[in-house]
T-cell receptor, first 111, second 112 residues
Framework: QQKVQQSPESLTVSEGAMASLNCTFS??????FRWYRQHSAKGLEVLVSIFSDGEKEEGRFTAHLNRANLHVSLHIREPQPSDSAVYLCAVSTGNTGKLIFGLGTTLQVQP | NSKVIQTPRYLVKGQGQKAKMRCIPE?????VFWYQQNKNNEFKFLINFQNQEVLQQIDMTEKRFSAECPSNSPCSLEIQSSEAGDSALYLC??????????FGPGTRLLVL
């Protein structure tokens, strides 16, 4: 059974400072990794999707995947107060598309 | 960035009552997923469809939960006899085949 864990549980950064979030997964055959964010229990907004080891950039959001270490991270460049939200790591395996989510990292960006 | 529509946004039911929520996937997205997000941020996959056919569903869904995605009508998720533990945010997502899932705003169900 896939387990997805995120750290830290919460993170406070100043506006403009880099924010780094971590996600580990247990199933080494996982092949789809996505970062979503959720503002105040609303719907999820997709930020970055990554499928192979290395780096993927989407605007100010960069994901790094290292499947050997069962680790995927998200880095937010020049975060703004409007980036304050819960960031969710989602992993899927095979072709079902079913996503397994971590519990999220709550990010607070202070002006 | 998502065009998935979910209604209603909020739903309040008494224990034992039926609760029904609807989802209109993005145009051109044949695959639809339903997830339950509880107050502890735990996500649970419930069921997914490709066009009108069920692809996968969990055991819980087979008992009190039912879902369908008829052609030319919104998809729906119905809880036959609501329980307090069903209180959660129900999220619908859609995607093209093998692509990113795009989520709707969710239906927040409160069972009193």
């Amino acid at each position: 059974q896939q387990k997805v864990q995120q750290s830290p549980e919460s993170l406070t950064v100043s506006e403009g400072a880099m924010a780094s979030l971590n996600c580990t997964f247990s199933d080494g055959t996982s092949n789809n990794f996505r970062w979503y964010r959720q503002h105040s229990a609303k719907g999820l907004e997709v930020l970055v999707s990554i499928f192979s080891d290395g780096e993927k950039e989407e605007g100010r959001f960069t994901a790094h995947l290292n499947r050997a270490n069962l680790h995927v991270s998200l880095h937010i460049r020049e975060p703004q107060p409007s980036d304050s939200a819960v960031y969710l790591c989602a992993v899927s395996t095979g072709n079902t598309g079913k996503l397994i989510f971590g519990l999220g990292t709550t990010l607070q960006v202070q002006p | 960035n998502s065009k998935v529509i979910q209604t209603p946004r909020y739903l309040v039911k008494g224990q034992g009552q039926k609760a029904k929520m609807r989802c209109i996937p993005e145009k051109g997205h044949p695959v639809v997923f339903w997830y339950q997000q509880n107050k502890n941020n735990e996500f649970k996959f419930l069921i997914n469809f490709q066009n009108q056919e069920v692809l996968q569903q969990i055991d819980m869904t087979e008992k009190r939960f039912s879902a369908e995605c008829p052609s030319n009508s919104p998809c729906s998720l119905e809880i036959q006899s609501s329980e307090a533990g069903d209180s959660a945010l129900y999220l619908c997502a859609s995607r093209r085949n093998q692509d990113t899932q795009y989520f709707g705003p969710g239906t927040r169900l409160l069972v009193l």
